[in-house]
């Protein structure tokens, strides 16, 4: 990491027509993980979430609930999707919405370019379209349906029917692209992640790839085409925009300039359009591909997808409200490979929360500040003459500040976790080994109590740096009760294990509460 380097990291924007379920929060907590990281690292770091509020399906929705489709969108954004990121305590630097103005006039501004310079093209299609996905849909990604769909076509996804659309629209030239798309996958192995991910974007594109339709004209909640308003932007070419509009394009270049290109964290089911269509759009445009593309995988529930519309959707203030928001973002930070698929389960959250968080890193902190301020009136002691013991444990922390931020760095954050978690496994036997409250019934032991207490302080502190990112409250908790001086965020992760420690302690409250569960 290179001293005041940029890291400019986005989430998807999340569509509007129903309340967030715990996989958008998913994504929004991985991304503010990856973003407070490298803002503790040092660099400049902007991180961007927002919502998606155009095209048929929120007008149709709007329509369903007897309003227009700005009102509908007004209320679930006040409602819902600004207070899902206190929720789960999401510390963005910015939030857009595709209905604001200065969206709206950088996509036509984008869009004019492309136009002029021979980019687009007027033409006609047919084909399926799924509502739902707001996507053109081939035969392949169809599936029969069944129950009261049988005979029809439906969304691999929804489930539900697609319609076959016949429309005169203007097209983007995304074919003409192709051979530049392979040749940036071939020169930037890591430019879409996981390799999984990767696999499958080069094999849509060495496939063929055929231009994309980029307006309607069947209905006009969008974005005016700026040379036909008979037509509206395709939504999802206008929502791709919001990367770039939010960032400065065509208001202020100089922001623009310091903050892209961006590191996009999608879930895989939208990778087609970040991985393909969005760099061809700024291939064209002139301007600097992203960073990279991580497409992760799928929450499931019971087996299926986390979905509303198949009543596996479940509201993150279901969890927080009993486990609170850093157990949340632990949980799913840590039980689920980052890129991969993952199941979740109330049983396998209880089980984590009691044995890792509560008895694991929470009971560690309490003991060790109770026995500081017991043996030692609350003044931080000081080592001298230490032994293998206490080494190796210094040499965890180093191994664990360094393990961590190389994770970090490879958007492996479960990885990066359990580089740390170690940390916590090794005090945790280190207290037991050592037993200081033996120690401290012999006064010839002295010493040795106080370099102790004074190795677990300091591996406390530590862990405090390297885990704020993930459990931004317990380590605020924790580095109060350690006296350090000034804020833990301001604390660099990436030399985590060289901070400054306090001269006294004071009294922590149980980072983890014991929660009663219903038998």
């Excluded at 180093?398 to 760095?409: L, P, Q, R, V």
Aim: hydrophobic residues 40%; glycine residues 8%; negative net charge.
């Amino acid at each position: 990491m290179a001293e005041g380097s940029s890291f400019y990291v986005t989430t998807p924007i999340f569509y509007v027509n129903d309340v967030p379920h715990i996989g958008h929060a998913y994504t929004e907590v991985a991304a503010d993980v990856l973003a407070r990281w490298h803002r503790q690292a040092g660099e400049r770091t902007w991180s961007l979430t927002g919502t998606d509020e155009h095209g048929q399906k929120i007008l149709r929705t709007a329509t369903a609930n007897g309003v227009t489709p700005k009102q509908w969108a007004d209320k679930l954004v006040a409602e819902s999707w600004i207070p899902l990121l206190d929720t789960v305590d999401i510390a963005n630097d910015d939030f857009i919405r595709t209905t604001d103005e200065r969206h709206e006039r950088n996509v036509q501004k984008f869009l004019q370019k492309l136009y002029d310079d021979g980019h687009i093209y007027t033409g006609e299609y047919e084909g399926y379209y799924c509502v739902g996905c707001e996507e053109y849909k081939q035969e392949s990604d169809l599936v029969p349906g069944t129950g009261e769909y049988e005979g029809q076509l439906v969304c691999a996804i929804h489930s539900k029917p697609v319609e076959l659309l016949h429309e005169k629209n203007y097209f983007f030239r995304t074919s003409a692209f192709a051979e530049r798309l392979l040749a940036l996958y071939e020169e930037r192995p890591d430019f879409v992640q996981p390799e999984s991910a990767r696999n499958e974007v080069l094999g849509w594109v060495r496939s063929g790839l055929s231009d994309l339709s980029i307006s309607r004209s069947t209905f006009d909640w969008g974005v005016k085409v700026p040379w036909d308003e008979s037509h509206v932007v395709y939504v999802w070419f206008d929502a791709l925009l919001n990367y770039i509009t939010a960032a400065g394009y065509g208001d202020d270049d100089e922001a623009f300039a310091s903050r892209w290109p961006a590191q996009h964290i999608v879930g895989k089911d939208i990778l087609r359009f970040h991985a393909v269509i969005w760099p061809a759009m700024l291939m064209a445009a002139g301007l600097e591909v992203p960073r990279g593309v991580f497409g992760h995988g799928w929450l499931l529930v019971g087996g299926e997808k986390m979905s509303k519309s198949k009543l596996t959707g479940i509201r993150p203030e279901q969890i927080t409200d009993t486990f609170g928001s850093d157990a949340f973002r632990y949980y799913f930070m840590r039980a689920i490979a980052f890129g991969g698929d993952g199941s979740f389960s109330w049983e396998d959250l209880s089980a984590r929360y009691q044995a890792e968080l509560a008895n694991g890193f929470g009971n560690l902190a309490s003991r060790v500040i109770a026995m500081i301020t017991r043996y030692c009136d609350g003044v931080v002691p000081t080592a001298t003459a230490p032994t293998e013991a206490d080494a190796a444990i210094a040499e965890i922390e180093a191994k664990a500040t360094n393990a961590s931020w190389s994770a970090i760095e490879r958007i492996a954050i479960h990885e990066s976790i359990a580089a740390s978690w170690e940390l916590v496994d090794a005090l945790n036997g280190y207290i037991t080994s050592e037993e200081p409250w033996v120690l401290a019934k012999d006064p010839e032991q002295r010493a040795r109590l106080e370099t102790v207490l004074a190795t677990a302080y300091h591996g406390l502190g530590t862990l405090a740096v390297l885990l704020s990112p993930v459990l931004p409250k317990a380590a605020t908790k924790l580095w109060s009760a350690l006296g350090a001086p000034g804020t833990v965020q301001e604390q660099r992760i990436d030399r985590a294990n060289e901070w400054t420690v306090g001269t006294q302690v004071s009294p922590l409250e149980a980072l983890f509460p014991r929660i009663e569960t219903a038998e």
